[in-house]
């Protein structure tokens, strides 16, 4: 009986089969082809960014909180004068001043006098001046920051400091196009452009120009030049409510011309004369000086 049971389950259990090397290669013992086990996924490395993508950021354009000024510095030229210094007592003092004909001056000049320099001491307020001044006459020395956009302090000491930059980075810190800030604001706000590893932080550095262009644009606005946008936009509003528009029987959309015109002389006007652009200052930086116009 028990063999007899035996029997039965040995033709219901099929034994198992021995699997030579012939099937592990994908072939059959009878030579018919088989499909491999899929291998495992491996994830491909991810690839270091290239020397050109490094290149093409460090010259990133950055422009003055006002936008409209023609100048600019290219994050390498802004690395280039914050890695030379680390707080303000480095290059507060300055020794070079213009002379004015009178106080009520308010040419380029005013904000090289000494008198405007006593007066920042006094205050305990640092110049933007002075950082112009000064900045190019001192090393590089942060040796992280330069490392971080794969540069050494050599290659940053070989590069000539840009006066464009050195506005760049002081409206970045006075979150404005201001000449004077407090010392102690001046070295806390440019110890927040920096990442953990000592790198520059792209997102805090440009949020302060963006944040001091915003106000740059409300004050030209509310206080400035642009002014007359307010003007031409009261005229607009008084002859919309007087139906004067009809009454004059002008062409359609000419109050809008009317509005361009004003926004274009606002711009105009606000662009710098060179002989009195604040950001011109031969005499301190040891350049030629220019004749008055």
């Known amino acids: 009986m028990l063999a007899l049971l035996s029997s039965a389950l040995a033709l219901r ?12 290669s994908g072939v059959r013992l009878s030579g018919a082809a088989v499909a491999e086990p899929p291998a495992a996924a491996v994830a491909a490395p991810a690839a270091a960014p290239s020397a050109g993508a490094a ?7 950055i422009k003055r909180c006002e936008f409209w000024s023609p100048e600019v510095a290219t994050k390498k030229e802004v690395i280039n004068v914050l890695g ?8 507060m003092v300055r020794s070079k001043f213009t002379t004015v004909n009178s106080a ?5 000049r005013q904000a090289a006098t000494e008198e405007r320099y006593e007066m920042a001491k006094k205050l305990g307020y640092v110049e933007r001046l002075a950082l112009a001044a000064k900045v190019h006459e001192m090393p590089f020395t942060n040796a992280r920051l330069a490392a971080s956009v794969g540069m050494t302090v050599d290659d940053f000491n070989a590069m000539k400091v840009e006066r464009a930059a050195v506005n760049v980075v002081f409206d970045a810190i006075a979150n404005s196009k201001n000449g004077m800030l407090p010392q102690n604001v001046v070295d806390e706000r440019r110890a927040g452009f920096f990442t953990a590893d ?9 949020g302060a120009i963006k944040k001091g262009r915003g106000l740059v644009i409300l004050s030209w606005f509310l206080l400035g030049k642009g002014q007359v946008l307010g003007v031409v936009i009261g005229l607009k509003v008084l002859f919309d409510k007087a139906n004067l528009w009809d009454k004059i029987n002008l062409p359609p959309g000419f109050e809008y011309g009317i509005f361009a015109a004003g926004l274009a002389a606002a711009v105009f006007a606000a662009v710098p004369d060179e002989n009195e652009d604040d950001a011109y200052y031969p005499e301190i930086y040891g350049e030629k000086v220019k004749a008055d116009a």
């Not at 259990?13 to 592990?24: E, F, G, L, N, T």
């Not at 030379?84 to 290059?91: G, L, N, V």
């Open 13 to 24: 259990v099929p034994a198992p089969r021995m699997v030579s090397s012939w099937y592990d």
């Open 55 to 61: 290149d093409a950021d460090l010259d990133k354009v």
């Open 84 to 91: 030379r210094w680390e707080t303000a007592d480095q290059w």
């Open 104 to 108: 009520k001056e308010t040419t380029w």
């Open 198 to 206: 000592g790198g520059l932080d792209d997102n805090a550095f440009e």
